[in-house]
Nanobody, 124 residues
């Protein structure tokens, strides 16, 4: 089993920055790709960014390209999401996901493990 724990959410003004962290524990060797998703109440979960096992390949949804950066510290079993130039429309609960799928997928059902989520609120 794998446990994912997010941290780093909070309230920031528009234009501000946050760094989200996702620490993995347990059978972490079973995880290859990791990703960040976000979800607003009443809406579907949306892919934000993904990273492969080595950290050498990343993928972003168009709305965050150039503003968000996903990275991975393999030794610490931790994935980060650096979110800059935040906009009010970035307000959501952000979830960390991991899976042994061997590639980056934008589909949430491809990931086996999920964190509990961290709230990001951007004020206008």
């Amino acid at each position: 089993q794998v446990q994912l724990v997010e941290s780093g959410g909070g309230l920031v003004p528009a234009g501000g920055s946050l760094r989200l962290s996702c620490a993995a524990s347990g059978r972490t060797f079973s995880i290859s790709s990791m990703a960040w998703f976000r979800q607003a109440p009443g809406k579907e979960r949306e892919f934000v960014a993904g990273i492969d096992r080595s950290g050498g390949t990343t993928f972003y949804t168009d709305s965050v390209k150039g503003r968000f950066t996903i990275s991975r510290d393999i030794a610490k079993n931790t994935v980060y999401l650096q979110a800059n130039s935040l906009k009010p429309e970035d307000t959501d609960v952000y979830y960390c996901a991991g899976g042994g799928l061997g590639y980056i997928s934008r589909f949430d059902y491809r990931y086996n493990y999920w964190g509990q989520g961290t709230q990001v609120t951007v004020s206008s």
